[in-house]
């Protein structure tokens, strides 16, 4: 499966974001999709991980209020809405995905098989 990832860009602190994870190569059916991201000079964060068959999610903690998941199934598309956008928001997102993920082994990057290009969020204060 291919994933292309979008919609990152350049907000003011307050401001909201819609990133997409779009997938061509097969459906998303049995798959366990995440968003990851990435600040400079820091290492790869859990941001949250979706169940495609069931919707199941799992966020980090920090991030819950803010961020939501959702989906196109017709689109085999996945979407990260981002809301109250803060500085420390500034990152390279990426959506990753493999088949059949346990729920408990959704934060960890290094189980996913594929992953997007990233998109770069720019979060001014």
């Known amino acids: 499966v291919q994933l292309q990832a979008s919609g990152g860009g350049l907000v003011q602190a307050g401001g909201s974001l819609r990133l997409s994870c779009a997938a061509s190569?097969?459906?998303?059916?049995?798959?366990?999709l995440a968003w990851f991201r990435q600040a400079p000079g820091k290492g790869r964060e859990f941001v949250v991980g979706?169940?495609?068959?069931?919707?199941?999610?799992k966020y980090a903690d920090s991030l819950k209020d803010r961020f939501t998941i959702s989906r196109d199934i017709t689109k085999n598309t996945l979407y990260l809405q981002m809301n109250s956008l803060k500085p420390e928001d500034t990152a390279v997102y990426y959506c990753a995905a493999r088949s059949r993920i346990i729920f408990s082994m959704l934060g960890d990057p290094s189980v996913y098989d594929y992953w997007g290009q990233g998109t770069l969020v720019t979060v001014s204060s």
């Open positions: 190569g097969q459906p998303l059916s049995g798959y366990s």
């Open positions: 979706f169940q495609w068959n069931g919707g199941t999610t």
